[in-house]
């Protein structure tokens, strides 16, 4: 008997953005495996944008995360009128496997790890994976990716090229043929995780140093961040300042055209590395490079406290990562 011909796919992704991005590589992957399939994204508004430019996905829904009883009876309602052949849940937490039991005893085929699916994934050890490997080693166990890189190091991080294809962004620097080459800083994070922040006065005593040797500086982020840019500019006054003006599609274009990316660990560091070019991340106690660092042409770097960092171990990788700009004194 041939196989059951799977139409409609369902991608399960709520957050948080650097893994949101991290999971694009596996979503890849499920639409290679699914050429011709109906995929529809459940994720949460802040990827709505970005999802929706995305090649992976015919259609995006963005209330994974509903709250109270009606809510969550509206989603199991509709996911059930929906009739998915298979749904890829890439977010694995209690709050994803609850949709699954939502939708019992008649849920779709489900990759994942809620009691009962039919496509589990069972590695004792995926809690120790880095996120790359262990969605390999998820949909390796679903039986579509048969030779699906697993080691450490391994899995190749998000393509977005089709960002890059797709959005057009003015340069961020003034200037004509001979501008200069710029760094673009994310100094900013989660209000609520104050601990994964270097400090914005070492930020700032860096983008001096960069400065100084040739390149220009951009500073990104959202807008309540604004201040962090403040203070950088204070130490390099003609800093860019686009805090409050990037989408998520245009932190992969600067980050494509940038020189060299440097941030805490924090999703638009991820996003901006995927498109590509040096990057060097900040980590302290409160997460894992090991399980969570993007892939390319990264460096990262970590101390437990991230106060204790001297910028003179950031501009050290900064000389191992990019070449600076001709005439500089390096």
């Known amino acids: 008997m041939a196989p059951r011909e799977i139409k409609k796919v369902l991608v399960i992704k709520l957050s948080a953005m650097g893994d949101f991005i991290l999971a694009l590589a596996a979503a890849k992957k499920i639409r290679q495996a699914h050429p011709k399939a109906q995929i529809t994204l459940l994720t949460t508004p802040p990827f709505e944008g970005l999802a929706r430019l995305c090649p992976y996905f015919n259609a995006v829904e963005t209330d994974g995360r509903p709250e109270g009883v009606g809510e969550w009876l509206a989603l199991v309602r509709r996911l059930r009128k929906a009739r998915y052949d298979r749904v890829y849940d890439l977010q694995t937490s209690s709050r994803s496997s609850m949709i699954f039991y939502g939708l019992w005893p008649f849920a779709p085929e489900w990759s994942g790890i809620a009691a009962g699916c039919a496509l589990p994934h069972r590695n004792p050890r995926r809690d120790q994976m880095h996120t790359l490997e ?11 990716w048969p030779d699906a890189p697993t080691e450490p190091g391994s899995a190749p991080g998000p393509d977005v090229s089709w960002i890059l294809r797709k959005v057009e962004a003015p340069r961020p620097v003034a200037g004509g043929i001979e501008a200069r080459p710029y760094v673009l800083m994310a100094p900013g994070g989660s209000a609520h995780r104050p601990e994964k922040r270097w400090p914005v006065e070492s930020y700032a005593r860096l983008a001096r140093e960069l400065y100084d040797v040739g390149f220009d500086i951009v500073v990104i982020g959202g807008p309540q961040e604004s201040a962090l840019a403040r203070t950088i500019q204070k130490s390099v006054d003609k800093a860019r300042d686009l805090t409050g003006r990037t989408d998520l599609a245009r932190i992969a274009m600067l980050g494509a055209r940038a020189a060299l990316v440097i941030g805490n660990d924090t999703g ?49 990788a900064v000389r191992a990562l990019t070449r600076f700009p001709s005439g500089a004194n390096a």
């Open 134 to 144: 262990r969605h390999a080693d998820q949909l390796k166990a679903a039986g579509i």
């Open 268 to 316: 638009p560091v991820h996003l901006a590395a995927a498109a590509g070019p040096p990057t060097i991340v900040l980590f302290s106690k409160a997460s894992d490079p090991i399980l969570s660092a993007p892939r390319g042409h990264v460096a990262a770097l970590q101390a437990p406290d991230l106060a204790d960092m001297p910028v003179a171990q950031v501009m050290q």
